[in-house]
């Protein structure tokens, strides 16, 4: 039988912890560390144990390491025995299932019973109707709960028996003592993956790009150092809208600002202190906009993730923006945009229906297609415009924030948008 989803594989790495890396904000617990050079991700929410991990990687102490590996063979960390001193226990299966059909029962019976009382209290008054939105708002906000409750629950299942197999492992392995190995001082790969040299401590800061007329992109920098005095904090946007995250740091002596969107879905970087960057900046100051000049692109030597920016750029920034939702992010925003529609035509269709006598029920089905027809063709004023500024970009006719992108691929040499020669993560 053919096996719809590639296995994980539960594997262990003797070794010691050359560098380990903590994402930031803290408080997500994202750790990337490498052992013996064997580069293993995951994510540890309690600082303590962190803490564990942060004395072992100084102390250069033996570690036996149990990881699963994916079929990209990227290593996903999920437990740590120390020769000496504390480990790290696995999140055992056990545990998690509890904990998510608890969520999952939580959001569920939140669901249903907004769903009840949106049934029960009709619509004879103003305060009615709006009550009636706040329950079935209150409903759907149950029902994601429990859905991404139910996506871990659907994965661990999905990798029971490779999550299984490491809890048996770390079982096996806790009370057996660990091979004495060769004192080393723990050091970080200098090397990118490509083969190119280390970033040295002072950046090293290419010449701007000059050739570009006043109605040509602006002028941009490839800058490359180690991240010193990391921040990060996140903001709303003006009237409620999406949230977004700030990054400040140091290269040298010169600040930087980065910010990217964080909504669900978005893609989360993985910036920790002290990472060597590349990267595409504006090489001119911003009116108001303090010390810190704009990062159109980063590449993180550490892991060899690019981030390309388009969401920071929204708002005050039009003239140096470029395109503000990039290709990879156009099918999860109009995705997202076709769900609200979709959450808006209910929300109409279960009103009308509360509102009305059973007599009056004939003309609700036509009501219900007419609205239906209407949310579409909104929906495609979000979806068309993106299909004409593309097929123009493709036939050679960019427009000036198309051009800015082509100028931050090429500043950083990433091919071009439609063919790049990296992954690249859109932020």
Known sequence: ?????????????????????????????????????????????????????????????????????????????????????????????????????????????????????????????????????VLLAVALMGVIIAGLSLHGLWFNRVHRAAILKSEAAYRDHSGKPLSVMPAVTPVQNAVHKSGSAPVPDQPHIQAADTQAADTEPPPMQRVQGTLTSLTHETRRSVNSGPSFGVFRFLVGRQAYIMTVGENLGDVKPFLAEGDRVDMAVLAQDVPGGGPHRLVYAMRNLEDGRVYVCHHGFRGGNGHIAPVGVGLAQRVPLLKTVGGLLLFTWLLLISISYFDRSPGDYDDLAALGTYSLLGFVAIWFCFALPFVYLDWRWRKGRPTKRQRIVERVYLTLGLGTPFAPTERIEEV
């Open 1 to 133: 039988m053919r096996k719809r989803f590639a296995a994980m594989t539960p594997t262990i790495l003797d070794g010691r912890i050359e560098s380990l890396r903590v994402s930031v904000p803290l408080v997500m617990g994202d750790i990337h560390l490498r052992v013996d050079g064997v580069p293993v991700t995951g994510t540890i929410e309690d600082a303590a144990k962190i803490r564990t991990l942060r004395g072992l990687q100084e102390q250069a102490a033996p570690v036996r390491i149990g990881v699963l590996t994916d079929s990209k063979g990227d290593h996903h960390f999920a437990w740590l025995i120390a020769r000496k001193g504390p480990g790290v226990p696995p999140r055992f299966y056990r545990d998690e299932k509890r904990n998510a059909w608890r969520t999952t029962g939580i959001g569920l019976t939140i669901a249903v019973l907004a769903i009840a009382g949106a049934w029960l209290l009709g619509l004879s008054s103003a305060w009615r109707a709006v009550a009636l939105a």
